[in-house]
């Protein structure tokens, strides 16, 4: 089976280069310099490059924005391992799924950050899939916060 990004190279050697800008992204890879290639082609090979995973954790993430309404304004806020620490207490329950839900949150509630009325754990996979999102809210967090210090 062909990686995804020898597929793109292989698709940047057909690209016609004098596609309209508005119809073309801008993709380097180290040997072979810069090339364009149409979005539209781009985003189907990502696509298939992007796992059922990675799409639930962003479509989770999605939902938190969305739905519950925890935006980066939000996210902000949270500037005492908050998101980590709410990630680890769903990976926590994935990692252990035979511990009783009454056990667990006499153990693992010590360290969720927010009312007990947040804590809403699903099945194993999906707690797995809220803890990614909220690792990703994290480091998104992280990255914000970064750039707002480094301006003069």
């Not at 009325?117 to 914000?144: M, T």
Request: glycine share 6%.
């Amino acid at each position: 089976m062909t990686c995804a990004v020898d597929r793109v190279k292989g698709f940047l050697g057909r690209v016609d280069a004098k596609q309209p800008l508005t119809d073309a992204a801008v993709v380097n890879f180290d040997a072979g310099g810069w090339e364009m290639v149409r979005l539209d082609d781009l985003r189907d090979l990502v696509s298939e490059a992007v796992g059922p995973a990675i799409k639930d954790v962003i479509a989770e993430r999605q939902r938190q924005i969305e739905i519950e309404g925890f935006d980066a304004a939000c996210d902000a806020g949270n500037t005492r391992h908050e998101l980590a620490r709410a990630a680890a207490c769903y990976a926590a329950k994935a990692a252990f799924p035979n511990v009783g839900e009454a056990s667990f949150i006499d153990i693992f509630m010590r360290v969720w950050p927010w009312d007990e009325r947040w804590w809403k754990p699903a099945g194993h996979r999906q707690n797995l899939v809220k803890a990614g999102a909220l690792i990703l809210a994290e480091i998104e967090r992280l990255d914000r916060a970064e750039t707002k210090e480094a301006r003069p």
